[in-house]
DNA sequence: TTTAGAAACGAACGATCGTTCGTGTGCAAA
DNA sequence: TTTGCACACGAACGATCGTTCGTTTCTAAA
């Protein structure tokens, strides 16, 4: 195990103060303090910018979405199982990382030009394979005939709040939790009787 | 059909500013610009303070929520029915009033005490009630057992996206929209053959 | 036509912002 | 022991922020 470089420290105090601020609402000054730098400027030996760290934050993040839907794609053929492996990996990045992915839900608005583009073809992209998986499962039967833009949005909606129950309450078992969404998702709120 | 007051116009220029930049990214004086006048002192003519237009829109959107769910509690007594009528409340207070429906999802967060104790409280007290209708829909068998918290949360984080949409593409018919969102809440993804 | 009040203006305030720069310090390689 | 470099410091920069205040302009009632 390697030992943890500044760098990567100020990037984590980082992705946690935007998270608990907002990006614009959150100053160097208190970063600095947050990793026990008693200067701003002290910021500016690990980090080009404070832009430099929200870009960081958002394709680090980017990238294990993007990672983990190639491999549920090569590897799992059923589009149920598809699914489930997504919604899998939501939770799983939502829970390993919890304040990261809240930037890069939130925040990734104030990345500037060219980074703001890119991030936003990547998104596309995602979204775009992600819906691809669901038109498979309809056109073979195992998916209702739902509007694949609206089924896509709605799942994905609903796995953002994940990260804020992991932070605070986490009265339940990770796995309960894991169960009850895919069930909800999958097969509904109403009963079968 | 009475006029518009400035104040109005002013609120619902924020609440777009808002939701645009958020609420520290967005400046007095670029929300003067929107609104024709060419100082930020102008605006202090209409309202109290930048915060005190924040409170207006948070405030008046926790209004209609907990007014929504107070018709729903007394006018219907099926659970199924009263979900449905919640889900319903969420997607036309999200496409009635567009903007500031992201600043109370959103922005709400930067309000200060005591208003964000009170916006909190008010929150509470709609989950909890939306949480009992679902309890009350698992006690006589209309719902499937799933953790309340994590039925109340997935549910309420599948609906915010909404607004997102309305907002950008508004590619096929709203009430398309709301019958297949409706489904795959309350029954699920996967078909039942 | 006069007058009172509402609303817009423009300068200015103190505060805070991200960032730069020159300096000093301490550790590790030579 | 000397040298070089990584890193922390502290002052300072220009910019922008929300807000205040005194003044001017506009409008509608008298």
Known sequence: MTAKTKKQIVIEAAAKL??????SAASMRELAGRVGL?????????IKSKEAA??????????????????IESN????????RALINLHIQVATNDI????VFNDE??????????EFLALRKDYEE???????????TGTFKNINPTVALHTILSA????????????????EIVKKDIMLLLMSGLSSND
């Open 108 to 117: 990734w608005r104030h990345l500037s030009e060219p980074q703001l583009s």
């Open 129 to 139: 394979r992600f819906k691809e998986i669901i038109n498979k499962g309809i056109k």
């Open 76 to 83: 799992i053929s059923d589009p149920g199982e598809q699914i």
């Open 38 to 46: 008693e200067q701003a400027s002290s910021l500016y030996n690990h």
């Open 159 to 174: 796995l953002k709040w994940i990260h804020y129950w992991y932070k605070t309450g986490r009265d339940s078992d990770l």
């Open 99 to 102: 304040t990261s992915v809240t």
């Open 18 to 23: 935007f998270s608990d601020k907002g990006y």
């Open 54 to 71: 929200l870009q960081e934050i958002c394709f680090e993040n980017a990238q294990k979405f993007t990672d983990g839907i190639t491999t």
